[in-house]
């Protein structure tokens, strides 16, 4: 189970650790003696109080350049810490940190083991605000232009939070009083982290995949409204790797960070230890950045975590490893570039027995006191909409384009139209339906599954699932069936959604246990109800925080339990609908097959230039189940766009114990499999003339049909060229 994967996961950090190392101990009393190595903090053993009302305890670090155990002892402890207080990133040794109570933010040098003990620093943060279809409730990473108080003008201390979705948000804290709101022009850097160059004084945001580069100049308020320069990475120089390798990288998630002066590509796995791949910027010129794939970074160690990358030179800090990468998140070891080799960290004897990690490397003082650096459309669609659905309309699967209506004086529920377009047909259609006022007012929709709408007032984000977009349901009589109000687990946020999955369509109340809704959010919350019943939800934490965040979920009527794939789809977790009260998920290895043989120059543009995303689906008629890999590319063509480069689908063949074996194919026969926002399907062709088999129909990056024999798309003719949260809603026939 779960837990079991969990604790195997941390003993396997200490089992494969060499034994030959000595660790030290060092106590740090007052500055009787200073720490100069990069630290990654451990814990804080709280101790009793002086009688002064504050909290003084020690504080524990592990030096990486000794590998042992580093202790300030008898420091105050800031109230906002002592009260559980979350951190969520770190920059230049500065940690963030998040009061649980009233999410208000303080930036402290309190893990400094140089800094004055009996009074750490703790400077307030703006209150965050989010963008529209935006959160600010999960930080993905922190960065700051230098440390606070090390700058002559205050102007010049600017920091910068990268929220998990597409939202940035800079300040001064020295100046400003709200925070400059910004959002992410690529739509898919929901994981991706900043950092902030001394030498260029902007802060950069790699592209997923890391194929483009956006900076933003710290010089901001001079120039009003903070647009980002975009830059297009070059690759070259990449190793020529086997068959095997690619296709483990093209199973791996994948994280890129980028250091000053170079690019680290970090493709951590469950099942083996990351593979890291470094690139040097090499040139500069008309808005391009030359990378060269390297193997020696000579003196340099670079350093990635929660907290902001950085790097230093090996030889300022004996100990450590030059020609290296520290590691600290899944896994707690130095990476050795040349001989690619992971060196696994010893759990510090003289440690506390439990040890509550804080996820961030924070750099030597020397770096901390650096203060200068000198390197180097609609109309379309309503002319098509002509016809009016009768209640005896064809059930083919269709796509929501748009739900219109005019608004009555008094409110209240009204009749307007909702455009579908037909995957069969090719036509666009419209149907007269009763609408309530709130999906005209402030609606939005959040997901689709089994053709119902899920969606969200945005007045109270109060959410509710709707027949509206059904052409067979009555036009007078529009279902809305209200959920449960949404609450968040520590360290997650419920306000923006990943996907949503039933169990079936809303059946009639006397088997309403039967009915199970769950709602995948963008991070690691997993929310399930049985809304004629429960009057809240079960939220869950996805199990390793980070690793499932942008998981598609999907409802197997054949094992009757919901499905979460990883990222690269090696693993499956299950959440079976029948433990009504606590679901535990189960975990199942796959094990993929017959993959196809591709040539270098394929993988390197799959697995090195393109974002992917996996989805399983099942079919209805045999129950089958499919894995489909999705790859995305990111291109730059009169702003910023996406395409789908490439599907690959892979068949469920035999179920081990534990365990499931998924082959290649690309003859899935009479199936069409639907991808959009809305939880997956698939569909007989041969039922629904006009669709094609063996093709998948997707919506996103591009809107048309993927033939899986030759790999051709077509995209469809008469249809809006982009699409906005459009969700492809099955046939009701399934």
Not at 404 to 415: H, P, V, W
Request: glycine share 6%.
């Amino acid at each position: 189970n779960l837990s079991s994967m969990s604790h195997l996961l941390l003993s396997r950090l200490s089992n494969l650790s060499p034994s030959g190392h000595s660790l030290l101990h060092k106590t740090i009393r007052l500055f009787s003696s200073s720490s100069t190595s990069p630290c990654f903090p451990l814990c804080v053993v709280e101790k009793d109080s002086p009688g002064n009302g504050g909290m003084v305890g020690d504080v524990h670090l592990f030096d990486a350049a000794t590998e042992g155990l580093v202790t300030v002892t008898d420091k105050t402890i800031p109230e906002v810490i002592t009260n559980g207080g979350i951190v969520v990133g770190a920059s230049h040794g500065w940690l963030f940190f998040k009061d649980r109570h009233d999410h208000s933010v303080y930036v402290t040098d309190f893990y400094n083991s140089l800094a004055f003990k009996t009074n750490a620093t703790m400077i307030p943060m703006p209150t965050f605000t989010a963008l529209h279809l935006c959160q600010t409730e999960v930080v993905w990473n922190v960065a700051m232009s230098t440390s606070p108080g090390q700058q002559e003008d205050e102007d010049d201390w600017v920091v910068g939070i990268k929220f998990l979705g597409n939202q940035l948000s800079f300040c001064r804290p020295r100046r400003d009083l709200r925070w400059t709101n910004v959002s992410s022009p690529f739509k898919m850097f929901n994981n991706s982290n900043l950092m902030f160059s001394k030498r260029d004084k902007t802060f950069n945001l790699p592209a997923p995949v890391g194929n483009y580069l956006c900076s933003w100049d710290i010089q901001f308020h001079k120039d009003g409204y903070p647009a980002p320069k975009i830059h297009k990475l070059l690759f070259h120089n990449l190793p020529q790797l086997p068959q095997s390798m690619w296709e483990l990288l093209d199973s791996c998630p994948r994280e890129d960070h980028w250091v000053e002066y170079s690019r680290v590509s970090l493709s951590p796995s469950l099942s083996t230890l990351p593979i890291v791949m470094v690139f040097r910027e090499e040139d500069r010129k008309d808005g391009i950045i030359k990378m060269c794939y390297t193997e020696d970074i000579g003196d340099i160690c670079i350093f990635l975590s929660k907290s902001e990358a950085f790097c230093v030179p090996a030889s300022s800090c004996p100990g450590l490893k030059p020609n290296s990468i520290y590691v600290a998140d899944r896994v707690f070891s130095v990476y050795d570039l040349t001989t690619k080799t992971f060196h696994h960290f010893k759990y510090p004897i003289d440690a506390p027995e439990k040890i509550s990690r804080v996820p961030c490397w924070l750099p030597p003082l020397l770096l901390q006191r650096l203060s200068k650096f000198s390197p180097r459309n609609s109309s379309l669609i309503y002319e098509k909409a002509r016809r009016v659905l009768s209640s005896s309309a064809a059930t083919n699967p269709y796509v929501s384009l748009e739900i219109s209506a005019d608004l009555n004086e008094g409110g209240g529920t009204i009749i307007g139209s909702v455009l579908l377009f037909d995957a069969a047909k090719q036509d666009v259609l419209t149907v007269e339906k009763t609408i309530p006022e709130e999906m005209i007012v402030e609606g939005k929709g959040v997901g689709a599954s089994h053709g119902w709408l899920f969606m969200e007032d945005q007045r109270d984000r109060s959410l509710s699932v709707t027949d509206v977009l059904n052409p067979l349901a009555s036009k007078r009589e529009t279902t809305v069936i209200p959920l449960p109000p949404l609450a968040s687990l520590q360290l997650c946020q419920s306000k923006v959604g990943w996907n949503v999955a039933m169990s079936s369509s809303p059946p009639d109340e006397d088997d309403e246990d039967d009915w199970v809704v769950a709602i995948k959010f963008l991070g690691g919350q997993l929310s399930l109800c049985r809304p004629r019943r429960d009057l809240r939800w079960t939220n869950i934490q996805t199990p390793l925080l980070g690793y499932l965040d942008n998981s598609n979920l999907m409802y197997s009527k054949r094992d009757q339990c919901f499905y979460l794939p990883s990222p690269g789809g090696h693993h499956l977790f299950s959440y079976d609908i029948k433990d009504k009260d606590h679901p535990n998920p189960k975990f199942h290895v796959l094990q993929f097959r017959d993959l196809p043989e591709l040539p270098q120059s394929e993988w390197e543009i799959l697995v090195s230039s393109c974002y992917r995303t996996e989805y399983l689906v099942e079919s209805a008629s045999t129950g089958e189940h499919f894995l489909v890999k999705r790859y995305i590319q990111t291109y730059l063509k009169n702003g910023q766009d996406y395409k789908t480069k490439q599907f690959m689908v892979f068949r469920e063949e035999e179920t081990l114990e534990g365990g499931r074996y998924m082959c290649y194919t690309d003859n899935i026969g009479d199936v069409c499999i639907f991808l959009s926002s809305s939880e997956a399907f698939c569909v007989q062709a041969s039922s629904f003339p006009g669709l094609k088999p063996n093709s998948i129909y997707y919506i996103g990056q591009g809107f048309g049909i993927y033939n899986i024999t030759n790999g051709n798309s077509t995209p469809f003719q008469g249809a809006p060229a982009k699409l906005s949260a459009s969700f492809w809603l099955p046939p009701f026939s399934i």
